[in-house]
């Protein structure tokens, strides 16, 4: 057997291996505490710039990235990796892939072929593993057939590697994304971090969340103040000062002043004098001697009686 079949048949065992430690984990019902390491992996849920841990993605497809992250000072060289990945089935359903067939780069998870490497192949790689119908876990593992020949991919210190994306169904309810059975080797078969469970060397491992985008409170329509329109001063119409019709001072009536009928002031009947004494004079002496003297009587004044006043009518001074 050649140095790379044994090669490869020990990364091949250390990984089963791996796999065979989630039943144990799930029966301590327990995960190991992360502590500082030099390695990390993290679920970056909106991938692209810095790695997001909490995010809230519109209804629809969502895929998420898995990042391997050195920070132990000294460059290495990745050649097999291991891990799966569990979200709320009801809110986040793994896509299934029409095919998956090997070396089984484009399935789902999708592995990162682009790493470097020249023989890396995957087995198994299933969307969900887990029968049930609330929980989704999507498991990858992949390994570099290359073994101690491998140059790539080399992980400097403080640079982050790509290893898989995930993508989901999303519905746009709330879940965490969290990641077990992490294992990543170098190709000299030591593991340089696993976590949930540990098997050799303790590593940070990052969940993510994804939550429904918060209510936009739709603001009311902001106020334009619409001006009321500017006031014109329309001055009022020139007056005219449009003359009255001028008086004609139209006369009254003349008065006519219709005369009170003239008082007839029906004239009290003349008083009827009384005729004067005639006093028929003597005749002129003839010194014819007088008769024996007869003395003939005057007449009894008669002093006719005035007649009545007959009242004079009230003016009635016709309008």
Known sequence: MTAQRIWLAGLAVLLVGALSLLGSAFMRGRFAEATPNPWEVAIDCAPGGAVDSACTPA??????????????????IVSGVSFTVRADQSVAVPVVPGS??????????????????GDWSCSPVLADQNATAEVADSLISCINAEGPDAVAPVVTDGSSLLLASVT???????????????????KNVTELISCHPVLTNVGDCFEATLDPAPATNTPLPTSTNTPLPTATNTPPPTSTNTP?????????????????????????????????????????????PEPAATDTAVPTSTNTPE??????????DTP
Not at 307 to 316: A, E, I
């Open 100 to 117: 998956c067939t090997a070396p089984k780069f484009n399935c789902n998870p999708d592995f990162n072929e682009s790493m470097g490497g």
């Open 168 to 186: 989901y169904n999303y519905s746009g309810g709330s879940t965490a994304l969290t990641l077990r059975d992490v294992n990543v080797y170098n």
């Open 59 to 76: 209804p629809g497809p969502v895929t998420v990235d898995i990042i391997l992250r050195n920070t132990s000072g000294s460059p290495d």
């Open 307 to 316: 007649p009545t006043n007959t009242p004079v009518p009230t003016p009635t």
């Open 244 to 288: 009255l019709p001028t008086s004609t001072n139209t006369p009254e009536p003349t008065a006519t002043n219709t005369a009170v009928p003239t008082s007839t002031n029906t004239p009290e009947p003349t008083n009827t004098p009384v005729p004067t004494p005639t006093d028929t004079p003597a005749p002129t002496a003839t010194n014819t």
